[in-house]
């Protein structure tokens, strides 16, 4: 291959490369080529043999895919498409400019553009955006032996050949699946149908969400599931391999907003100084002017801090007691609404369970709290002042309406977003311990002012 922007020697880099990762597996070898510049990556990449590049650029775990093939000639680039699975070649040109993108689609195949351009029609994180085209497929009157000879065929330009599709012969919808293993241990001149598995074949639609698409195939133990349209005709196929690669995508970039900041979208190195403070400093901000209103609660209750100096010891533990409550309700439903456990009718059962565990939950925490201001009270650690009791009182019924909010909650703010088409996960649990950390303070202050009034205060 002819790399524009490459010289000559990049055969000698490749030819380097591969002795140097001799032995290693095609993922080895995408973690080095990962840990190299997009420039060296493509001097490596240009003189590999044609099978070999495409092999490590079909894997999703390399990164800058799409800025490698950006560097290279339209006419190699083509040769590296059309060896690629379409669905990867519809990932790797929808990160590309509009200009480059249009430049590498008009080196591609009709049959191949078409293809394609089908793919990159759905939505992404749906069954049609992660789906491939390349699939076994064939006609209900086939035999054993004829479906053999055509998986021998086309087993290298398809993306699994552990399931077989039988389609109607007229219609071509999908009527029946079938194993590999079933088809190698069927009799060579048996009808297809002989060896296909019992009852309608399980199948996704298009538009499908790729969360319901991965608890299909873990419900019904599946390799690759097949996407048909209105009349049952097959689409394509979303292999478990495609779905784990985007749920651990989605899995990381919901970690990275459950931990109070935008998702990088990138690796961590890769990402340079000035985006990564984008990324985090306006998350920051938001929670620093959401935090400023604990100062402004505290202000408005500065004369009874003044009068019981003693319950400012305890705004510390009040208000880390109500955003862990918080935070662990919050993890629990977005956890549950994402594996399909929970629906959004589902809030007044989920209010129901968290009112009574808040309330027992709040209830241990002051009972802890009670003892520890007795025992320090009583061994003479230090002294409360003369009306202890009291105090002990009012941390025991304080926390327990500070848990009980808090759970409450950590637990309704999923669903309010989702209710907005807003993602759960960015009811993190630094927004939840902010918002609990205010009103726990009122809380704390109106619970002090109903039991210390008349006394401390």
Not at 9 to 26: V, W
Not at 190 to 207: E, F
Not at 261 to 280: C, D, N, S, T, V
Not at 303 to 311: F, I, M, P, S, Y
Request: overall charge negative.
């Amino acid at each position: 291959m002819n790399i524009n922007r490459f010289p000559l020697r990049a055969g000698h880099a490749a030819r380097a490369f591969i002795n140097n990762s001799r032995g290693a597996t095609i993922a080895e070898r995408v973690d080095a080529l990962n840990a190299l510049s997009i420039q060296d990556a493509g001097r490596v990449l240009s003189g590999m043999p044609l099978d070999y590049a495409v092999n490590i650029l079909d894997r999703p775990e390399l990164r800058n895919a799409a800025q490698i093939l950006a560097l290279i000639s339209a006419e190699d680039a083509a040769r590296l498409l059309h060896g690629m699975s379409n669905d990867r070649v519809a990932d790797v040109l929808l990160e590309l400019d509009g200009e480059t993108r249009a430049r590498l689609f008009s080196s591609l195949d009709e049959p191949v553009r078409v293809a394609i351009q089908h793919l990159m029609g759905y939505p992404p994180r749906t069954a049609g955006g992660i789906m491939t085209t390349e699939f076994v497929s064939v006609p209900d009157s086939w035999t054993v032996a004829q479906t053999l000879d055509h998986v021998r065929q086309v087993e290298r330009s398809r993306e699994t050949v552990y399931a077989i599709y039988v389609l109607d012969e007229v219609s071509h919808a999908l009527m029946h699946v079938v194993t590999l293993r079933r088809l190698i241990t069927g009799e060579p001149d048996a009808s297809i149908l002989t060896v296909a598995q019992k009852g309608a074949p399980v199948s996704a639609d298009p538009l499908m969400k790729q969360e319901d698409v991965a608890r299909l195939i873990r419900k019904h133990d599946l390799l690759a599931l097949p996407v048909t349209d209105e009349h049952g005709q097959v689409l394509g196929i979303v292999t478990v391999d495609d779905v784990i690669d985007t749920m651990i995508s989605d899995t990381t970039e919901a970690a990275q907003r459950f931990g109070g900041m935008e998702a990088l979208g990138q690796p961590y190195m890769k990402i340079g100084f000035a985006g990564m403070i984008r990324k985090r400093a306006g998350w920051l901000a938001a929670l620093f002017l959401g935090e400023m209103l604990t100062a402004s609660a505290m202000q408005h209750f500065e004369g009874e801090l003044e009068k019981a100096v003693v319950l400012t010891l305890f705004i510390p533990l009040i208000m880390s007691s109500g955003g862990n409550s918080g935070s662990q309700a919050t993890s629990l439903i977005i956890r549950a609404l994402a594996l399909g456990e929970l629906k959004l009718s589902d809030w007044w059962k989920v209010l129901f369970r968290e009112l009574p565990t808040g309330i027992v939950l709040g209830a241990i925490l002051g009972l802890v709290g009670f003892i520890r201001i007795v025992f320090w009270q009583s061994a003479g650690l230090y002294n409360y002042g003369p009306h202890w009791p009291m105090v002990a009182v009012t941390v025991f019924a304080a926390l327990i309406g500070i848990v009980t909010f808090g759970s409450i909650c950590g637990s309704m703010l999923p669903f309010v977003l989702q209710k907005l088409r807003l993602d759960p996960a960015s009811a993190s649990a630094p927004f939840v311990a902010t918002l609990v950390d205010v009103t726990g303070l009122v809380i704390y202050f109106s619970v002090a002012l109903l039991i210390l009034s008349g006394t401390l205060l």
